[in-house]
């Protein structure tokens, strides 16, 4: 199992095994005030081989010094072959997500999505003060 990709984005949707990215591919968050609320929705894609088990994808967030911002998420899931599948072929999990957290200082944040404890991709994103107009 790997995750193959993680997207920040304005808007994630999936229907019909697509997903519909919007907005995508920022690495800068703009907040009113610290310490802030901060929503960042997220498109993932998880792959491996089908199998009968049960797995786990795993979402943390880090604040600047690389402490908790939240709570580890944990999304159980199954990687089931869909009919007509090819043998020997990965199958693909999309799923968006959306995590919400309090930035307590401006600085870069991470947020790394885990497999069943071992492959995992990261993504940084920079939270900054809202310029004033």
Not at 53 to 81: K, R, S, T, W, Y
């Amino acid at each position: 199992m790997r995750v193959d990709w993680l997207i920040p984005a304005e808007y994630v949707s999936m229907a019909n095994g697509s997903v519909t990215i919007v907005g995508g591919g920022f690495d800068t968050v703009f907040i009113p005030e610290f310490p802030g609320p901060v929503v960042i929705n997220l498109a993932c894609r998880a792959s491996g081989l089908p199998d009968s088990g049960n797995h786990e994808l795993q979402v943390q967030v880090h604040n600047p010094d690389m402490e908790d911002a939240l709570e580890p998420l944990a999304i159980p899931f199954q990687l089931v072959a869909p009919p007509g599948a090819r043998p020997g072929w990965d199958v693909t999990v999309m799923a968006p997500l959306q995590v919400i957290f309090e930035a307590t200082v401006e600085g870069p944040y991470t947020i790394t999505a885990t497999v069943d404890g071992g492959n995992s991709t990261s993504i940084s994103l920079y939270l900054t003060k809202t310029p004033p107009t």
